[in-house]
């Protein structure tokens, strides 16, 4: 079965992509381009995760048509720091710097990654809408933002955001969010799928990937998979879990699996740094 797309006005993104936190280097490049070998078309990185370098460098080493690979980069936004991204000028230059790091001509989508507690909102959508305007980012969108954020935001109307990138897994619900994203066309872009191994032991999750010969890896994605609107990003540096994670687009779950899976506690959250945001806000 052929990855699901998701896809809307905004953007056409395959539903499953490879993480590449917290990869750097020679491995890094390597995973990618194993990654792209192996048939993925969607592939995560960062500013902040050091690694936008090596992945491009994959990408044009892959040989692969630009408009055959969806790849998603971020802007670290704190004003605390030296290179912060106060105004349109240095936000503008920090997206540059990136695209130069990664050698290529744009990105698929150009994300904020964090919100701050001080970050000037309407000077970030301005600095979001100029790229999209100019091409250099084909779409864009925030991550990390709850919902009461990212209503802001859209309330605004100065961008069409397409998606939003949050922890999400079979642990941890995001319907606030889904209720937002899907009227709008958005996608939901899931990090932390396999909850960092977590559902490997769980009991719930091991039963249903062996009444499918599956592992409890896909099963968790496929639960994302299932979800409309929602795409997934496990990261993965070996062949072996990326072919995994692949498969697990071949796996439908059935609606006993589903109500399963819908009773396990989702209030799971394993990413909430110092700075992160008010959650329930």
Known sequence: MPVPVFESPLLRM???????????GAECQASVETALGLGYRHIDTAER????APVGAAIRAAGLPRDEIFLTTK????????TATQDLPSFRAAFDRGLERLGLDYVDLLMVHWPSPRMDLPMVLDGLAALRASGLARAVG???FPAGLLA???????VPLAAVQVEHHVYLAQERLLALTRPRGMALV???????????????IRRIAQKHG???????LAWLLA???VAAIPKAAGAARQAENFAACDLVLDAEDMTALAGLPKDGRTVNPPFAPDWAA
Do not use: C
């Not at 899931?190 to 719930?204: I, N, R, T």
């Open 214 to 220: 599956a592992t409890p890896g896909q099963v968790a």
């Open 227 to 229: 979800i409309p609107g």
């Open 152 to 158: 802001q935001a859209l309330a605004r109307d100065v």
């Open 190 to 204: 899931s990090y932390a799928p396999v909850v960092k191994g977590k559902v490997l032991e769980d009991p719930v």
């Open 14 to 24: 395959p539903r499953l992509g490879l993480g590449t936190w917290p990869m750097l």
């Open 75 to 82: 802007i670290w936004h704190f004003i605390e720091q030296q």
């Open 49 to 52: 995760y050091g690694n936008e």
């Open 142 to 144: 925030v991550a990390n």
